[in-house]
């Protein structure tokens, strides 16, 4: 079958499992990128796959999932603040904390790392945020740091009052936590890529 053939190219490249976003999405994607390239069948789109890194990277483009939102799951973030305040803060010799984030879709897991250190009390020249993620289409909108209220689940109204600015097109995050965060476009999968830094947080 060409679809299993096509997920477990996906699987190779990007590590995607199938089944977490489910077959039907994965076809979807597959025929939406089969009719963009103006192919007859999938065994030609399948060929195309394979032979232009471009179409191979327009199809994860297609396929990722870019469904996240600020404090996503509190827990992490409140463990991140404990540990700053409890054993970062009071230690004088250690250098600048720095910490990964990936995948880091559209830039509200990192930004939301970026908030949580701002608020245990470190100031921006102690600590560094690297950004990766697969998507370059992820990572413009990162970059861009304008947001909808999509973004803003939950309790959410003292960081978005206090870092963000409301304007006619969203919400937009202020410079002193965008100057915070760096980000890259890469692959997980590739070790080569997160072997030149060392992290302190993952």
């Known amino acids: 079958?060409?679809?299993?053939?096509?997920e477990a190219l996906l699987r190779k490249k990007i590590g995607l499992d199938g089944s977490t976003?489910?077959?039907?999405?994965?076809?979807r994607a597959i025929e939406t990128r089969r009719l963009a390239c103006g192919l007859p069948d999938q065994q030609t789109y399948l060929q195309q796959l394979q032979t232009s890194p471009q179409e191979l990277e327009s199809l994860i483009e297609t396929v990722?999932?870019?469904?996240?939102?600020?404090f996503r799951d509190r827990k992490?973030?409140?463990f991140l603040s404990r540990y700053v305040i409890s054993e970062w803060l009071p230690?004088?010799?250690?250098?600048?904390?720095?910490?990964?984030s990936i995948p880091c879709s559209t830039g509200e897991e990192p930004y939301s790392i970026a908030m949580t250190l701002l608020d245990a009390g470190l100031t921006p020249?102690?600590?560094?945020?690297?950004?990766?993620?697969?998507?370059?289409?992820?990572?413009?909108?990162?970059?861009?740091a304008l947001y909808s209220r999509n973004s803003f689940r939950g309790n959410q109204l003292q960081q978005q009052k206090r870092y963000f600015k409301q304007t006619a097109d969203g919400y937009e995050l202020c410079q002193l936590v965008r100057n915070t965060v760096n980000f890259k476009h890469g692959n997980i999968l590739d070790p080569l890529g997160l072997a030149q830094n060392n992290y302190?947080?993952?």
């Open 1 to 6: 079958m060409i679809q299993a053939t096509i």
């Open 21 to 27: 976003i489910g077959s039907r999405q994965i076809a």
């Open 64 to 70: 990722v999932v870019l469904e996240t939102w600020f």
């Open 76 to 78: 992490p973030f409140g």
């Open 91 to 100: 230690n004088p010799n250690y250098p600048i904390l720095r910490i990964l």
């Open 125 to 144: 020249n102690q600590f560094r945020v690297d950004a990766i993620d697969i998507s370059k289409e992820a990572l413009h909108k990162a970059r861009r």
């Open 200 to 202: 302190d947080i993952i």
